[in-house]
Protein backbone atom coordinates (compact mmCIF):
# COMPACT_ATOMS: atom_id res chain seq x y z
CA UNK A 1 0.00 0.00 0.00
CA UNK A 2 1.13 3.43 -0.96
CA UNK A 3 0.11 6.37 2.06
CA UNK A 4 0.08 9.62 1.85
CA UNK A 5 -0.46 11.68 4.66
CA UNK A 6 -1.27 15.09 4.35
CA UNK A 7 -1.83 17.69 7.29
CA UNK A 8 -2.69 21.09 8.44
CA UNK A 9 -1.03 21.85 11.86
CA UNK A 10 -0.94 25.73 13.13
CA UNK A 11 1.27 24.55 16.50
CA UNK A 12 2.53 21.36 15.93
CA UNK A 13 0.12 18.56 17.48
CA UNK A 14 -1.21 17.57 14.31
CA UNK A 15 2.31 17.57 12.58
CA UNK A 16 3.63 15.08 15.30
CA UNK A 17 0.26 12.59 15.05
CA UNK A 18 1.45 13.01 11.28
CA UNK A 19 5.06 12.17 11.71
CA UNK A 20 4.60 9.74 13.67
CA UNK A 21 2.12 7.79 11.16
CA UNK A 22 4.49 8.71 8.12
CA UNK A 23 7.11 6.63 10.03
CA UNK A 24 5.15 3.74 11.15
CA UNK A 25 3.50 3.13 8.08
CA UNK A 26 6.52 4.41 5.49
CA UNK A 27 4.83 7.11 4.18
CA UNK A 28 5.10 10.22 2.19
CA UNK A 29 4.11 13.13 3.78
CA UNK A 30 2.58 16.89 2.35
CA UNK A 31 2.40 19.58 5.18
CA UNK A 32 -0.79 21.88 3.95
CA UNK A 33 0.12 25.80 3.80
CA UNK A 34 -2.36 28.07 4.56
CA UNK A 35 -2.05 31.00 2.52
CA UNK A 36 -4.36 33.21 4.78
CA UNK A 37 -1.98 35.31 7.61
CA UNK A 38 -3.91 33.72 10.56
CA UNK A 39 -1.12 35.94 13.36
CA UNK A 40 -1.69 36.93 16.62
CA UNK A 41 -4.98 37.26 18.33
CA UNK A 42 -6.42 38.65 15.00
CA UNK A 43 -5.64 35.70 13.17
CA UNK A 44 -6.93 33.22 16.39
CA UNK A 45 -10.23 35.19 16.12
CA UNK A 46 -10.64 34.51 12.32
CA UNK A 47 -9.44 31.15 12.64
CA UNK A 48 -12.21 29.77 15.09
CA UNK A 49 -14.57 31.95 13.07
CA UNK A 50 -13.58 30.82 10.01
CA UNK A 51 -13.65 26.66 11.50
CA UNK A 52 -17.28 27.42 12.88
CA UNK A 53 -18.40 28.76 9.81
CA UNK A 54 -17.09 26.25 7.55
CA UNK A 55 -14.81 28.45 5.08
CA UNK A 56 -12.26 27.50 2.92
CA UNK A 57 -9.21 29.12 2.02
CA UNK A 58 -6.31 29.65 0.07
CA UNK A 59 -3.72 26.62 -0.06
CA UNK A 60 -0.59 25.36 -0.90
CA UNK A 61 0.68 21.74 -1.43
CA UNK A 62 3.50 19.85 -2.70
CA UNK A 63 2.00 16.34 -3.30
CA UNK A 64 -0.29 14.58 -5.59
CA UNK A 65 -2.78 12.18 -4.02
CA UNK A 66 -4.10 10.81 -7.30
CA UNK A 67 -0.65 8.75 -7.03
CA UNK A 68 -1.44 7.20 -3.40
CA UNK A 69 -3.77 4.40 -2.51
CA UNK A 70 -4.58 5.70 0.69
CA UNK A 71 -4.57 9.59 1.86
CA UNK A 72 -4.56 10.10 5.63
CA UNK A 73 -5.67 13.57 6.28
CA UNK A 74 -4.90 15.05 9.86
CA UNK A 75 -6.86 18.36 11.31
CA UNK A 76 -7.13 20.21 14.14
CA UNK A 77 -10.18 21.59 15.80
CA UNK A 78 -10.69 25.17 14.82
CA UNK A 79 -14.75 26.15 16.33
CA UNK A 80 -16.09 22.60 16.75
CA UNK A 81 -15.37 22.29 13.29
CA UNK A 82 -12.08 21.15 10.78
CA UNK A 83 -9.88 23.68 9.65
CA UNK A 84 -10.23 25.68 6.46
CA UNK A 85 -6.99 24.73 4.61
CA UNK A 86 -8.04 20.73 5.32
CA UNK A 87 -11.53 21.26 3.87
CA UNK A 88 -10.16 23.27 1.39
CA UNK A 89 -7.69 20.63 0.35
CA UNK A 90 -10.13 17.48 0.23
CA UNK A 91 -12.45 19.64 -1.40
CA UNK A 92 -9.86 20.78 -4.18
CA UNK A 93 -8.25 16.71 -4.06
CA UNK A 94 -11.71 14.34 -3.24
CA UNK A 95 -12.26 13.10 -7.26
CA UNK A 96 -8.85 12.01 -6.60
CA UNK A 97 -8.67 9.98 -3.84
CA UNK A 98 -9.30 6.26 -3.94
CA UNK A 99 -9.49 5.83 -0.24
CA UNK A 100 -9.28 8.66 2.88
CA UNK A 101 -8.98 8.29 6.64
CA UNK A 102 -8.93 11.33 8.80
CA UNK A 103 -6.99 11.90 12.11
CA UNK A 104 -7.94 14.72 14.57
CA UNK A 105 -6.36 16.92 17.31
CA UNK A 106 -8.55 19.24 19.61
CA UNK A 107 -8.58 20.74 22.64
CA UNK A 108 -11.66 18.54 23.82
CA UNK A 109 -13.94 18.37 21.26
CA UNK A 110 -14.64 14.31 19.92
CA UNK A 111 -13.72 13.71 16.92
CA UNK A 112 -16.94 12.86 15.31
CA UNK A 113 -19.10 16.18 15.08
CA UNK A 114 -15.44 17.06 12.62
CA UNK A 115 -16.02 13.90 10.35
CA UNK A 116 -19.45 14.44 9.89
CA UNK A 117 -18.60 17.53 8.71
CA UNK A 118 -15.98 16.75 6.23
CA UNK A 119 -17.69 13.45 5.45
CA UNK A 120 -20.70 15.98 3.44
CA UNK A 121 -17.40 16.76 1.72
CA UNK A 122 -16.54 13.57 0.05
CA UNK A 123 -18.64 11.23 -1.84
CA UNK A 124 -16.82 8.52 -0.13
CA UNK A 125 -17.22 6.78 3.34
CA UNK A 126 -14.53 7.80 5.80
CA UNK A 127 -14.78 4.61 8.03
CA UNK A 128 -11.50 5.27 9.43
CA UNK A 129 -10.76 7.74 11.76
CA UNK A 130 -8.71 8.83 14.97
CA UNK A 131 -8.90 11.32 17.70
CA UNK A 132 -6.89 13.30 20.32
CA UNK A 133 -7.82 15.72 22.69
CA UNK A 134 -5.14 17.60 25.08
CA UNK A 135 -4.80 15.06 27.60
CA UNK A 136 -4.38 12.10 25.58
CA UNK A 137 -1.42 14.13 23.78
CA UNK A 138 0.16 14.67 26.69
CA UNK A 139 -0.53 11.20 28.32
CA UNK A 140 2.60 8.91 26.60
CA UNK A 141 0.21 5.38 27.26
CA UNK A 142 -3.53 6.74 25.91
CA UNK A 143 -1.60 8.80 23.12
CA UNK A 144 0.52 5.15 22.20
CA UNK A 145 -2.48 2.90 22.45
CA UNK A 146 -4.79 4.75 20.49
CA UNK A 147 -1.72 5.04 18.08
CA UNK A 148 -1.03 1.51 17.68
CA UNK A 149 -4.84 0.97 17.51
CA UNK A 150 -5.74 3.18 14.63
CA UNK A 151 -2.17 2.04 12.97
CA UNK A 152 -3.93 -1.32 12.83
CA UNK A 153 -6.84 -0.50 11.77
CA UNK A 154 -4.96 1.71 8.87
CA UNK A 155 -3.64 -1.69 7.59
CA UNK A 156 -6.58 -3.67 7.85
C1 LIG B 1 -8.43 29.13 16.35
C2 LIG B 1 -8.53 27.89 17.20
C3 LIG B 1 -9.78 27.37 17.50
C4 LIG B 1 -9.87 26.20 18.28
N1 LIG B 1 -11.13 25.67 18.53
C5 LIG B 1 -11.23 24.50 19.23
C6 LIG B 1 -12.51 23.89 19.44
O1 LIG B 1 -13.56 24.37 19.03
N2 LIG B 1 -12.54 22.73 20.16
C7 LIG B 1 -11.41 22.13 20.64
O2 LIG B 1 -11.50 21.07 21.26
N3 LIG B 1 -10.19 22.68 20.42
C8 LIG B 1 -10.06 23.84 19.73
N4 LIG B 1 -8.82 24.39 19.50
C9 LIG B 1 -7.63 23.68 20.00
C10 LIG B 1 -6.95 22.86 18.89
O3 LIG B 1 -7.87 22.07 18.17
C11 LIG B 1 -5.91 21.89 19.49
O4 LIG B 1 -5.02 22.56 20.33
C12 LIG B 1 -5.17 21.17 18.36
O5 LIG B 1 -4.48 20.06 18.88
C13 LIG B 1 -4.17 22.10 17.68
O6 LIG B 1 -3.53 21.42 16.64
P1 LIG B 1 -2.16 21.94 16.00
O7 LIG B 1 -1.17 22.04 17.14
O8 LIG B 1 -1.80 20.90 15.02
O9 LIG B 1 -2.43 23.26 15.38
C14 LIG B 1 -8.70 25.56 18.75
C15 LIG B 1 -7.43 26.11 18.46
C16 LIG B 1 -7.34 27.25 17.68
C17 LIG B 1 -5.98 27.81 17.35
Known amino acids: MKYLITYYSKTGNT ?3 ALDLAENLKADVDEIIDL ?5 IKGWLLSGRDGMKEYLTEIKTCKDPKDYDVVIVG ?38 KTVASLQ ?26 KFDNFCKRIKQ
Not at 140 to 145: F, G, S, V
Open 75 to 112: TPVWGWNSTPAVRTYIDKFKKQFKKVIIFITSGDTKPE
Open 36 to 40: KDRSG
Open 120 to 145: KLVDKKIDIFEGWNTKELKDKKIYQE
Open 15 to 17: KRV
